[in-house]
């Protein structure tokens, strides 16, 4: 497993989110919503749409998302 996250903007997370299966549902100024629904649960975050998503909030994002930071660094 990877020690770092990797650097990503809003626009690339939100790519590799629809990626892993996630459905935009609305912006709201510079966030994005987004939803993904599976079997008995679904799973709901928020994306700020900057030039870097800093380290805490990437983390923050892959928590909700139930994500690894493998998961992310393959989808990008």
Known sequence: MSRHLPSVSGKELIRALR???FVVLR???SHVSLEKRAGSGYWR???PMHREIRPG???DILNQTGLSKDDLAALL
């Open 19 to 21: 990626r892993a299966g």
């Open 27 to 29: 912006q709201k100024g």
């Open 45 to 47: 975050t928020i994306v």
């Open 57 to 59: 909030t990437l983390s």
